[in-house]
């Protein structure tokens, strides 16, 4: 099992990003998935996740300002990111709760780390 972020880049203040994330491989089930963050020196914050059936939930900070969505039969979420400020810099993380095909617990995958740079 496998989830392959994509999406990051350097962007200038009041621009926009979109962030996309799938999953690959043998899997039985995913439930929420989500988007978290670590700018250097700073501990991994949530910045965004949906359930299977849609439901989202947002940090304060990005509130208004990103939109999470999903694709269940594709397998995939994704992070628009409008109005971006220089404090959005960070590495950005892909994760999803999910059962895999040959096992019948959940367990937390993640992505490897793209880079959001947001220039004033």
């Known amino acids: 099992v496998q989830l392959q972020a994509s999406g990051g880049g350097l962007v200038q203040a009041g621009g926009s990003l979109r962030l996309s994330c799938a999953a690959s491989?043998?899997?039985?089930?995913?439930?929420?998935m989500g988007w978290y963050r670590q700018a250097p020196g700073k501990q991994r914050e949530l910045v965004a996740d949906i359930t299977s059936g849609g439901s989202t939930n947002y940090a304060d900070s990005v509130k208004g300002r990103f939109t999470i969505s999903r694709d269940n039969a594709k397998k995939m979420v994704y992070l628009q990111m409008n109005s971006l400020k220089p404090e959005d810099t960070a590495a950005y993380y892909c994760?999803?709760?999910?059962?895999?095909?040959?096992?019948?617990?959940?367990?937390?995958?993640w992505g490897q780390g793209t880079q959001v740079t947001v220039s004033s």
């Open positions: 994760h999803a709760d999910l059962i895999p095909l040959d096992s019948g617990n959940w367990y937390n995958y």
């Open positions: 491989g043998s899997i039985f089930s995913i439930n929420a």
